[in-house]
């Protein structure tokens, strides 16, 4: 990678202890790590990304020790959604320890907290030997980073290091949900695991419908996750635009017909919404810097992690 040189956790461990700004890869999207108890380093996460400070951060933890520290008050559905779904793409909203700092939870008495499924997240955790925070390494309401060269691309000179995990697994944010009324357990957004796989574990648990996903968390701006391109959703079969626009198709299966357009990408030939999931960004980014007029995309079933997918989109389409 021209220009290019990724830290190792050793570095990127000191560079947090100091103070600084470490992007490192985790299962979902590469985060922006700071030291979540070090208030002027959260502060420069959100001067870096240009991101609006009403908008909480999440944090990532390798122990239940690190959890400890943030969050009081386990409730027994908190234990069975950590023991079920941790380390992986599940954030908790629980409630906050007066430790925790003002800037991270943007004032609220919630804190989210995450334990990432990825060995270079957990060994950057644990040699700064503190929890770190991590809103996706990414300008704010752009597409999230999926490969330390996305994250080099848009922040690259502004932050002391980047670890290289190669590209993430999962490819989409956490699921978000809320347990600050253990009661009424909510998803605040969808992701990584599916409404269905949290509702096997506990039971009935409420989404509060905006316009096609979970509107509640405060940085879920309708507009978000937008390419510079404008992005719109296909409905039934519409062909190509013609008059000189230049558009790109993102396909969700093989195409039956990409006549017409001047880029296409295809999410997952078979139709397979996980892998779907993991190379959603990645497309995005490729059509985004296709200088296309326009990007069409296909929608995807509303199940499993076609829900987070739509999600995304939707909020891409909105500008
Ligand atoms: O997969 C992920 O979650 C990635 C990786 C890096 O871990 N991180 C991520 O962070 O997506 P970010 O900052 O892009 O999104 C965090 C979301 C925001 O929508 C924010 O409003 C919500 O989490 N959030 C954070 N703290 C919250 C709280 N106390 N209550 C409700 N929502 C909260
Ligand atoms: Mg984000």
């Known amino acids: ?112 907290v995450r334990m990432p499924a990825h060995q270079v997240a957990l060994q950057l955790i644990r040699l700064s030997q503190r929890p770190i925070t991590g809103p996706s390494a990414n300008l704010f309401g752009r597409i999230s980073p999926t490969t330390a060269r996305h994250v080099h691309d848009q922040l690259g000179d502004r ?22 009324d253990p009661a009424q357990p909510e998803i605040l957004r969808a992701g990584g695991v599916s409404v269905e796989e949290i509702r096997d574990v506990i039971g009935p648990v409420r989404i509060p419908h905006g316009r096609g996903g979970p509107v509640q968390a405060p940085g879920m701006l309708l507009n978000h996750y937008s390419p510079g391109t404008p992005l719109r959703i296909l409905e039934g079969h519409q062909k190509a635009p013609s008059g000189g626009c230049r558009a790109g198709l993102l396909a969700f299966k093989s195409p039956g017909n990409s006549q017409g357009y001047e880029a296409v990408e295809v999410l997952s030939r078979e139709g397979d919404l996980q892998e779907a999931a993991a190379n959603l960004f990645a497309a ?32 891409a389409s909105a500008k």
Request: charged fraction near 20%; hydrophobic fraction near 45%.
């Open 1 to 112: 990678m021209a220009g290019f040189t990724p830290i190792s956790p050793e570095q990127g461990a000191g560079i947090i202890r100091e103070g600084g700004l470490v992007a490192f890869p985790t299962e979902t999207v590469y985060g922006l790590g700071a030291d979540a108890f070090n208030p002027r380093a959260v502060a420069r996460t959100f001067q870096v990304k240009e991101r609006p400070l009403f908008d909480p951060l999440i944090v990532h933890v390798a122990e239940m020790g690190d959890l400890d520290a943030l969050a009081h008050g386990l409730s027994h559905l908190a234990s069975r959604l950590i023991e079920a779904f941790w380390p992986g793409p599940l954030t908790l909203v629980l409630p906050k320890r007066d430790t925790v700092p003002h800037i991270v939870t943007a004032g609220l008495e919630t804190v989210a």
């Open 284 to 315: 995005l980014h490729r059509l985004d810097g296709a200088g296309l007029d326009l990007i069409l995309a296909e929608p995807v079933p509303r199940r499993g992690l076609g829900l987070a997918i739509m999600d995304r989109l939707e909020r």
């Open 159 to 180: 932050i002391e290091g980047i670890l290289d995990g190669g590209p993430c697994r999962v490819g989409i944010e956490s699921t978000i949900i809320s347990l600050a």
